[in-house]
Every structure is written in structure tokens, then in C-alpha cells.
């Protein structure tokens, strides 16, 4: 599986480059865009099914991108050489306005891998290697064309269909912006035959089905759009992590959380440094293989940490500020601007009834988040592995805090009020936006409250007045005010 859908890859979006980097990204994506939407877009196209043989199982999907239904009676698809079918459905075979068709070899639900064709073609063989699909309207006018070479830019998965990217307009002639299928269906091949893609490219990307209209919405389709990530084993997260937690002043070296120490990275556990799950594993996920690995090898919660200071200082206190006497001070080191005297961790007991107080630099990141575990997990199964699922809560309620033996169908975390206010008194900067690029990487999905930090006040607070760049109204200039 090709796991990365981020290009360019955010190596080379140090925040130094950012500006360049990105200006040539857009000038690149205005290259690969088509210069006029074609009026019916090849889509997916699934030519080597693993669950049943080629000869029942293939697939290709059109998609209209345009506001008026269209009709492909009368069309015709072919490839360069000899394979071609005339579309005769007896009557109108509408592509939706914003939907799909599925045309496939044999639309037969028990014997094809389960997948819902809308029309059975014959006459059509899709190779394995390189081949074409060339669709042309009832005048014969091509509409669209992808021809796919055999694994040389293309995708060419077995058991997987190949996607075209989610992000809107994307070329389809180009190889680069297509992926191997990922979400399961029918009979356990990969793909999403007659639904969206998976992949974006892009953080726009993700948040297009975003509905902002009420609270319960917003939140419905951000879990949506950051849900079924690619999962990578715990064992192999030290590279996503010492990409995520590199130094800003030497990317040889990560930067700690808690201490905000600069060490050598050392590419696997043998060093200064370990893997924080600032959601405390033993809340909820305490399992490292199978069941319950999900949260507990997600990147985004997961920090490089500094082992004494993980270990012995912060352990699986929850997050909260500490007052009163007692308070044991962790103190900082200066390192990327920040950090040092008067920028300290405070600890208080331990446990769930335990407190602790993450310094003000970093604050605000290990409260997105928990915040984003709150919203990523809630329950159900992923649909890549149907592995089940938490329902992960951020409270304000310690005694709803508790160590569970083994995987909880439900876990809390807190405290939800002080993360909120440290969520404000540390707002995203360049260190945790590259850290959300890194992740979204490999991962596929994004912190969403990184990006679109006002979107914690709806979530959480109830508070969804109008949105600074007014997104609500559906004007999406300006968005993102975190990332430049
Ligand atoms: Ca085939
Ligand atoms: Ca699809
Ligand atoms: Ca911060
Ligand atoms: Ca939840």
C-alpha cells in the first residue's frame, strides 16, 4: 500500500522553505489540473480483483463532478487497440450531479467481490499491466481518458482498485495523483465502488464535506473526515515520530515535550527519548498488539518525550492545572525560542487523581491532541481493518478517569476545561503544524483543530457563532489561518 497521499512529502516543507515550497506545490497542482472539467471523470478502476477472478470482477467508476445529472446511454468506452462496449441500458443510465456509476464485468453481487455495479459491459478485458479506458459520449466526442502503465507512475495493486485523488480537478492522465483503494468492501478487495475516493492530497481536501451549519453536524462530518486512517504498527512509528518531533534547528535531532530537550535521533528506542501517549495508554488502550492498537499507535497523540520526564515525571497523570501546595516543579530547557526558567511542567500525585500541569510552550499541542481523540474515536469499527473501536471522551469529571484492565468500549481522559483554555493560551505555531504535515503523511488524516483552531470552540464550548474567515457561509478564501 502506497500510505502517503501529503506531496510533496513534508520533509522538504521546513517552515523556511514553507513559502517557496508551497508557491511551487500550487504552481505543480495548476499544471496537473485539467484546463476544463471534463463532464464525466474515470475515477477508480479496479483491474486486478483478489477476492474473485478477473473475469467477474472488474470494475471501473465515473464520477460527476458537475451540477446536472448526465446521461451515458449511447456512450461509448474503449481501450487503444481492440476492446470496446457501446452503453445499452434501454433507456437513460444517469451519472448524478456530484455522484457515481459503476460499470463492471458482471453485475452479479455473489460472484463479482460485492460490489454494486450499475451497468454490466462485455467485450471489455482491463489488464493487469498497462491498458486504457477511453469513454466517449454518444457523438463520439472523448470525454475522458487514464491510461495506466504497468506500475511505472500508476498505482498497480493487487486486491486493490487504483483512486484517483479526492482533491478537486486532480489531472487524471497524471499516475502520481492516483492511489491504491484502501477501504474494504464487498468481499474484502479494497476500493469504494460507487462512493468518494480516500485520498487527499491536500488539507483542503479533507475538510470539503465538512458541514458547519450546527454543532452536531460539524461534528458528524469532521469525525467523518478524519476517521479510518492508515494505521502503522507500533513498532514502525519512530520514523513518523522523529519526522513529526524533529528540531527546527537541526533535523538530525527531536525535540522533547516535556523537557523540550534536543537529542540525536537514534531511530528506535535505544536513546534519550521515548513514545509519549499523552492520551495515557492505560486509559483505555492499554494494548500494544490486535486489539487496541489503534489509538495506541495513532501519531497524532503520540509525542518523543525525554524517558525520565515521561516516565517519572508525567506517567499517566491527566492533564490539569496545578495548584495549591505540593506542586513538584519539572523545569524546561530554552530550545527553539521557547522553554526555560518560568516555563516549567508542574506535577501533583499520581494516577487518575493525579495532576499534570504540560509547560506552556506545549500545552496547548497535547491538549489538540486529546482533543482530536475525543473526536477521532468514537466507537464503531475502522474500515480498513474492522478492527473496533473506542469511544475516547475528554471530561472534566476525574472520577470518570480510571486505569482499564483491557480495551474500554468507552475511555475519558481530561481535564476537558483546563484543555480548553490551554488550547487557547497556546495556539497552533509552525513547530505543531509541521508535526500535523508529518503525520497527515503517513497517516492520511489530520488534527483538525490545528488547522482550524476556532472549530474547538464549536465542538466543545457549544460556541459556533460566525467563524473568522466565515467558512460558514461557504466562502473558503482565507482558510486556515494557522497554516500559511
Ligand atoms: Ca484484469
Ligand atoms: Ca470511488
Ligand atoms: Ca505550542
Ligand atoms: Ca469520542
Known amino acids: 500500500m502506497n500510505a502517503s497521499c501529503s506531496s510533496p512529502a513534508p520533509r522538504v516543507l521546513r517552515p523556511a522553505l514553507r513559502t517557496s515550497v508551497l508557491a511551487a506545490a500550487v504552481a505543480l497542482m495548476v499544471l496537473l489540473t485539467s484546463p476544463a472539467p471534463a463532464q464525466l471523470v474515470i475515477n477508480e478502476i479496479l483491474q486486478n480483483p483478489s477476492a474473485v477472478d478477473d473475469a467477474d470482477g472488474e470494475w471501473f467508476e465515473l464520477y460527476n463532478p458537475t451540477a446536472s ?3 451515458v446511454d449511447g456512450w461509448t468506452v474503449r481501450d487503444n487497440d481492440i476492446d470496446s462496449f457501446v452503453i445499452a441500458s434501454g433507456g437513460p443510465l444517469l ?3 456530484g455522484g457515481y456509476l459503476v460499470l463492471g464485468n458482471n453485475a452479479e453481487e455473489a460472484t463479482n ?7 454490466e459491459y462485455s467485450g471489455m478485458a482491463l489488464a493487469n499491466t498497462s491498458d486504457e479506458l477511453v469513454l466517449l459520449d454518444a457523438a463520439s466526442s472523448e470525454i475522458d481518458r487514464v491510461e495506466w502503465d504497468d506500475g511505472a507512475t500508476f498505482p498497480d495493486p493487487n486486491g486493490e482498485s487504483m483512486e484517483l485523488g479526492k482533491d478537486p480537478g486532480l489531472d487524471n492522465n497524471v499516475g502520481a495523483n492516483w492511489r491504491d483503494g484502501f477501504l474494504l468492501f464487498g468481499d474484502g478487495d479494497r476500493g469504494t465502488p460507487g462512493g468518494p475516493n480516500t485520498c487527499c492530497f491536500s488539507e483542503s481536501c479533507m475538510y470539503l464535506e465538512v458541514d458547519v451549519s450546527t454543532r452536531a453536524a460539524l461534528r458528524a462530518t469532521l469525525h467523518e473526515a478524519i476517521d479510518d486512517h492508515v494505521r502503522f504498527p507500533y513498532a514502525s512509528v519512530w520514523d513518523i515520530l522523529e519526522l513529526a518531533d524533529e528540531d527546527p534547528g537541526d533535523s538530525t535531532r527531536i525535540l522533547d515535550v516535556y523537557k523540550n530537550a534536543s537529542y540525536p535521533k537514534v531511530g528506535g528506542g535505544t536513546g534519550d527519548y521515548d513514545r509519549e501517549h499523552s492520551w495515557p ?4 488502550f492499554p494494548l500494544e498488539d490486535g486489539l487496541g492498537e489503534l489509538p495506541f499507535s495513532d501519531c497524532h497523540h503520540l509525542f518523543l518525550a525525554d524517558k525520565v520526564y515521561n516516565e517519572q515525571g508525567r506517567s499517566n497523570n491527566p492533564y490539569r492545572d496545578c495548584t495549591g501546595p ?11 525560542g521557547q522553554g526555560g526558567p518560568g516555563q516549567s511542567n508542574w506535577k501533583l500525585g499520581l494516577g487518575p487523581e493525579g495532576t499534570w500541569e504540560t509547560w506552556p510552550g506545549r500545552r496547548g499541542d497535547v491538549a ?3 482533543l482530536y481523540m475525543d473526536l477521532r474515536y468514537e466507537g464503531g469499527t475502522h474500515g480498513a481493518t474492522a478492527e473496533e473501536e473506542p469511544d475516547l471522551i475528554a471530561t472534566d469529571d476525574p472520577g470518570q478517569i ?7 468500549a468507552v475511555a475519558y481522559m481530561g481535564l476537558l476545561s483546563d484543555l480548553l483554555a490551554w488550547h487557547e493560551e497556546d495556539p ?3 513547530l505543531e503544524i509541521w508535526r500535523n504535515e508529518a503525520v497527515f503523511s503517513y497517516q492520511r488524516n489530520r488534527n483538525p483543530f490545528i488547522d482550524r483552531p476556532d472549530w474547538v470552540r464549536c465542538v466543545f464550548l457549544e460556541d459556533c457563532g460566525v467563524f473568522s474567515d466565515g467558512f460558514e457561509s461557504g466562502d473558503v478564501t482565507g482558510w486556515s489561518s494557522a497554516v500559511p
Do not use: H, Q
Not at 467481490?113 to 451497468?119: F, M, P, Q, S
Not at 495508554?281 to 483505555?284: H, L, M, Q, T, V
Open 326 to 336: 505540593g506542586c513538584e516543579e519539572w523545569p524546561t530547557l530554552f530550545n527553539n
Open 368 to 370: 489538540r491532541a486529546i
Open 113 to 119: 467481490g460485492g460490489v454494486t455495479v450499475d451497468y
Open 281 to 284: 495508554k492505560s486509559y483505555g
Open 428 to 430: 497552533p505555531d509552525e
Open 402 to 408: 480510571a486505569v482499564t484492565g483491557g480495551v474500554a
Open 95 to 97: 451519472a448524478p450531479a
Open 69 to 71: 445529472p448526465v446521461d
